[in-house]
């Protein structure tokens, strides 16, 4: 079964400091999409990215970027310059194929990230 | 208007009690799921459907049962709540893209 992995429980960083979140996978699938959520203190669930397993180039947008390394299953996001309102945890998550041939996702944990000023 | 509520926003419910929470969305997705979300365990899915006729048991759908009234609407019952299904849950909808349009969640406390 698909498995994803983020170490890192809790992240705590200065303002203006870079960070990086972890997320390893696990899958047997050879098409597959990952993705990142952010979920702010005021819980709701933000979209980041999601990424086709084709596509290895990295991803830039903004102050977040994405390195996609399938050689070593891994999907992590860098936060460059990280501030405040960066304070958030953040999940990834990987598709996974059902036996009715549908797909869903699997989440890993998340990582708590909090910035101080 | 929000593209995916949920109601209550907030429930507290005595053990044993049968609780329903809805969902609704206008995003015109054949795709819902129903999650749980504890402190240190991420998300984990409790039901899913890909279409009205379509229901499939999630990771951890044991005390739970979902209806799917129309595509727009997909609800979750605790049958008799127990205090270890106080949590979070959140619906949600998804494309052929799988990229998830989360409600705002439900935070349910049973005592």
């Known amino acids: 079964a698909q498995k994803v992995t983020q170490a890192q429980t809790e992240i705590s960083v200065v303002e203006k400091e870079d960070v990086t979140l972890d997320c390893v996978y696990e899958?047997?699938?050879?098409?597959?999409?990952l993705f990142w959520y952010k979920q702010p203190p005021s819980g709701e669930l933000v979209f980041l990215i999601r990424?086709?397993?084709?596509?290895?180039q990295n991803e830039i947008s903004g102050r977040y970027s994405w390195n996609f390394q399938k050689s070593t299953s891994s999907f992590n996001f860098t936060i460059t310059a990280s501030q405040v309102v960066d304070s958030a945890v953040y999940f990834c998550?990987?598709?996974?194929?059902?036996?009715?041939?549908?797909?869903?996702?699997?989440f890993g944990k998340g990582t708590k990230l909090t910035v101080n000023p | 208007d929000a593209d995916v509520t949920q109601t209550p926003r907030n429930r507290i419910t005595k053990t044993g009690k049968r609780i329903m929470l809805e969902c609704s969305q206008t995003?015109?997705?054949?795709?819902m799921y129903w999650y749980r979300q504890d402190p240190g365990l991420g998300l984990r899915l409790i039901y899913y459907s890909f279409d009205v006729k379509d229901i499939n048991k999630g990771e951890i759908s044991d005390g739970y049962s979902v209806s799917r009234q129309a595509q727009a609407k997909f609800s979750l019952s605790l049958e008799s709540a127990i205090p270890n299904q106080t949590a979070l849950y959140f619906c949600?909808?998804?494309?052929?893209?799988?990229?998830?349009?989360f409600g705002p969640g439900t935070r349910l406390t049973v005592l």
């Open positions: 995003k015109g997705h054949d795709r």
């Open positions: 949600a909808t998804s494309d052929s893209l799988l990229e998830q349009f």
């Open positions: 899958t047997r699938d050879t098409t597959y999409y």
């Open positions: 998550a990987l598709s996974e194929l059902t036996q009715g041939g549908s797909e869903k996702l699997v």
């Open positions: 990424r086709n397993s084709f596509d290895e």
